[in-house]
């Protein structure tokens, strides 16, 4: 215990057992309250291990003694205990007695059993120093840098670990270490970051030195068969680690603690591979570090048993020296990883610029920054791309620029900066984005890239992706950052039914017992957008024949919007089928007998489609889908509301001027704007989020969303500059 350093000694204060807490506790007050005799008297016995350091301090005067004491936070507790005991002798004279180690003869203990003594040690000695032993476990990033081969096949880049690759990594591996003091590591983390390989550094530096049974949890067991196949297999046989397996039993003639879930080690360690849904399989077991992969795949709950990170971490409680590692890549701000995140220290990795040696996290140029990796574009046949020469990264402090091949050295001197105070002083949590990814893996171009093609974040799908994927972040709803009364407030001077922007104008009817409410959109280049007119049809709709029905047709066939001296017809108005009036029930596609009067609707009048929204599609905006009752429409198409609705209430952040900025007029009711930001995003049960109405009516988002359908089906987010502008000649010169 008195060599451990006073943050050490703090760490078992708090996190070890009674025994150990109070003795480390002796030791931090008698170092407090200047009484390092209470100790050292204590130990009497055992100062002869310490001889060396008290006749090294014995020869300073008391200056120096005194700077000795500057810098105790990092000095094993024995060394401030015997500087300060000698400070003291120059007051009174210490009453603690320093004797040689055995076999170099005693200072005070002078009798008649010394020969016997020094003639016993002597050959004490020289067989102790025959044994074998070995007190020092190497690092985990130095194990692996001497160990781990990634063998052709398995990599891109073969051979053994190179840290200079990546140094950022090399902390967090160490982390796990033994004698780290950490207990827990959350990594928050893009794709390919490397997070992987680093944790399976962790697992094969315990095999090698016998120290963990290790639980790895994963999104599911068919992943976990692979990764242990994979990876794990891999690692076993290339890194040296194949004779520390448990042999085949002589019994059963085969190896059956070595298989794809589960194998046994020498020391009687063992490592288990299994996912989020089989909790049984880790129940009967303790284990002492306990991986959490891709953690936000986890369940909000197992079926009767509770939160399943809880529990599996439970599995370790009982263990004094556990070690739990969490990583994934984020989702939302609700997410796992990122609750984890903000729990721990909350670590940045900080480069330093090349040409005045400020430090800075990486971060994308733009959002009020004037520094971050930037680039130029340049439209190739219509399409916007990166020009690679113009990559670079601006500093933060001196503003010079940095180029792809300056990114090595500036990740090199980097370091790990805690931004925050964790809930646990032995809680770690770390940051990484492909902005930190080496050259060979990922590049600041291909980040641009991919930057480029969400069109700077206006396209909200895509971005939101970009966010999550490659930057490492959860990607945050903005439904609740505006209210109603903010909206209206920047609404415009103009009047309704007059196209005061764009070109294109389409619109979304959304379909209600005894009413029909329908908003028309003009879009313009980057799907800048002006609400222009909102309409309702009131009426039965249950009547097919019905005026209602016979008012939206004349509407959508005949009405024209004046921009100057043009009249502009609507272009595709996008129906919502959700609701089918006839039955009064929610559309299903179950249901293939019940005549659906929208369907027969849209099927009956031109420039219309049928839509219904599905709040559970991602990998599309609009998708055509098969229309499975007896109908005169065949096609209907399914809307990614959930997308859409980021996509509105990320837009409404913007500012006048901004790509994809959207108009208002202030002729519109408060109840446009309350039925707008109708909706918010929020746990609707618990562990699953969803969208939530917060005012009952909410055609006015529903419209807007369908009439953005609409524009989608017609491809308007693709248009460039070109298309737009002779789209505009066309109009003009009618």
């Known amino acids: 215990m008195l060599t451990r350093t006073i943050y050490e000694l703090q760490n078992i204060v708090k996190t070890s057992d009674a025994e150990s807490a109070s003795e480390a506790a002796h030791i931090l007050s008698a170092i407090r309250d200047n009484k390092p005799d209470a100790i ?93 032993t070995d007190y020092y476990i190497p690092l985990i990033s130095e194990w692996a840098a001497q160990n781990r081969y990634l063998p ?81 297999d891999v690692m076993i046989d290339h890194s040296g680690l194949a004779e520390y397996v448990k042999p085949i039993s002589q019994r059963m003639k085969r190896k059956v603690a070595d298989n794809k879930y589960y194998k046994e080690f020498h020391g009687g360690r063992r490592l288990m591979m299994t996912s989020w849904h089989s909790i049984g399989d880790a129940k009967s077991l303790t284990w002492s570090m306990i991986i959490m992969d891709e953690i936000d795949e986890a369940p909000y709950e197992l079926a009767g048993q509770g939160d399943p990170e809880a529990i599996f971490a439970g599995r370790g409680k009982t263990i004094r020296n556990l070690k739990i590692v969490k990583l994934g890549t984020p989702t939302t701000v609700e997410g796992r990883i990122y609750r984890n995140f903000l729990e721990g220290d909350q670590r940045y990795y900080f480069v330093q610029c090349q040409f005045c040696g400020g430090m800075q996290i990486l971060e994308l140029k733009g959002l009020g920054r004037d520094y971050g990796l930037t680039a130029r574009s340049e439209k190739i046949s219509g399409i916007e791309q990166i020009i690679p020469d113009t990559v670079r990264y601006i500093c933060k402090h001196c503003k010079k620029e940095h180029y792809e091949y300056q990114k090595g050295a500036m990740i090199k001197n980097g370091i790990w900066k805690p931004t925050a105070r964790p809930v646990n002083p032995a809680y770690r949590s770390y940051q990484i984005s492909n902005l930190m990814s080496p050259v060979m893996f990922y590049t600041w171009t291909r980040v641009m890239q991919e930057f480029c093609e969400t069109e700077w974040g206006a396209k909200i799908t895509k971005f939101k992706n970009f966010v999550i994927d490659v930057l490492g972040m959860p990607w945050e709803s903005r439904s609740n950052r505006k209210t109603w009364i903010e909206v209206k407030q920047r609404a415009e001077d103009y009047e309704l039914g007059q196209v005061q922007g764009g070109y294109i104008i389409t619109a979304g009817a959304d379909i209600q017992k005894n009413r029909i409410e329908l908003q028309t959109v003009s879009w313009g280049h980057e799907m800048e957008s002006w609400v222009i007119d909102y309409q309702t049809f009131w009426g039965e709709t249950k009547d097919k024949k019905g005026l209602v029905w016979q008012n939206l047709r004349n509407f959508i066939m005949t009405k024209k919007y004046k921009m100057g001296n043009k009249m502009i017809p609507i272009a595709l108005t996008a129906i919502d089928t959700g609701y089918n009036p006839l039955d009064e029930r929610i559309d299903s596609d179950t249901d293939i007998q019940t005549e659906h009067i929208v369907y027969e609707f849209v099927a009956t009048t031109p420039r219309t489609i049928a839509c219904r929204g599905n709040d559970k599609m991602k990998d599309a905006i609009i998708k055509e889908e098969k229309v499975k009752r007896r109908s005169l429409l065949k096609r209907r198409y399914d809307v990614a509301v959930s997308e859409l609705k980021e996509e509105l209430y990320t837009k409404l952040e913007l500012r006048s001027g901004d790509a994809g900025y959207i108009h208002f007029s202030n002729r519109l009711s408060d109840d446009y704007f309350k039925g707008l930001m109708a909706e918010v995003y929020a746990e609707i049960l618990p562990g699953k989020w969803n969208w939530k109405k917060i005012w009952e009516r909410n055609e006015m988002l529903d419209n807007y969303i369908l009439a953005r359908a609409a524009a989608e089906f017609m491809g308007l987010p693709q248009w460039n500059s070109n298309v737009w502008d002779d789209l505009k000649k066309r109009i003009n010169a009618m």
């Open 40 to 132: 050292l008297l204590k130990q009497q016995k055992e100062l002869y291990k310490y001889y060396d350091k008290y006749s090294l301090y014995s020869q300073f005067n008391i200056n120096k003694l005194k700077q000795e004491l500057e810098d105790v936070n990092n000095k094993p507790a024995i060394d401030t205990l015997i500087v300060l005991s000698l400070i003291g002798n120059f007051k009174k004279p210490s009453k603690v007695k320093w004797q040689k180690p055995l076999g170099t003869g005693f200072v005070h203990w002078d009798n008649i059993y010394s020969e016997i003594l020094e003639a016993s040690s002597k050959e004490l000695s020289k067989f102790v120093g025959a044994w074998k």
């Open 152 to 232: 052709p096949g398995t990599t891109e880049y073969p051979g053994y670990v190179d840290h200079a690759i990546a140094p950022h990594m090399v902390e967090i591996q160490d982390c796990l270490h033994p004698d780290s003091g950490i207990s827990q590591v959350s990594i928050m983390k893009s794709t390919q970051s490397l997070a992987t390989t680093t944790i399976e550094n962790a697992i094969g530096h315990s095999v090698k030195y016998k120290l963990h049974n290790i639980l790895y949890i994963i999104s599911s067991k068919n992943i976990a068969g692979i990764r242990s196949s994979s990876a794990i």
